[in-house]
C-alpha cells in the first residue's frame, strides 16, 4: 500500500513564499510522474505543475516563472517551491504520483490528501 503525504500548506501574504512537499511511503520501487494540483471552492481541481522522471517539467501558464517543481528519486518527495504568490493562488493543494509499487509491473496514480494554501491580499 502506498500513501502520499503532503506538508507545508499554510497562510501567506500576497507576494510570499510557500515551499510544499509531499512524500511516498510504502512499497515503492519506482515513481514515474510526480504533479501538484488545485482546488479552490465552487472550481474544478486544475494542474498546476508535473514532472516526469526524466525531469520535464510542465506547468501551468499562471504559475510559470513562479512555481518551481522538483523531485527526490531516492526519498520519493515531490517539492513544489511557490514564490511572488497572489490571492487567486488560494486553494486546496493536492500531490500525485504514478508509482510502481513492488509486485507490480505496471504503475497507479496515487494523490495525497491535500494542504490548504491561504493568500492574503
Known amino acids: 500500500q502506498v500513501q502520499l503525504v503532503e506538508s507545508g500548506g499554510g497562510l501567506v501574504q500576497a507576494g510570499g513564499s510557500l515551499d510544499l512537499s509531499c512524500a511516498a511511503s510504502?512499497?515503492?520501487?519506482?515513481?514515474?510522474?510526480m504533479g501538484w494540483y488545485r482546488q479552490a471552492p465552487g472550481q474544478q481541481r486544475e494542474l498546476v505543475a508535473q514532472?516526469?522522471?526524466?525531469?520535464?517539467?510542465d506547468y501551468q501558464d499562471s504559475v510559470k516563472g513562479r512555481f518551481t517543481i522538483s523531485r527526490d528519486d531516492v526519498l520519493h518527495i515531490a517539492y513544489l517551491r511557490m514564490n511572488s504568490l497572489k490571492p487567486e493562488d488560494t486553494a486546496l493543494y493536492y500531490c500525485?504520483?504514478?508509482?510502481?509499487?513492488?509486485?507490480?509491473?505496471?504503475?497507479?496514480?496515487?494523490w495525497g490528501q491535500g494542504t490548504q494554501v491561504t493568500v492574503s491580499s
Open positions: 514532472i516526469t522522471r526524466g525531469l520535464v517539467r
Open positions: 500525485t504520483m504514478d508509482v510502481q509499487a513492488v509486485g507490480h509491473e505496471g504503475y497507479v496514480t496515487y
Open positions: 510504502g512499497s515503492t520501487v519506482r515513481v514515474y510522474t
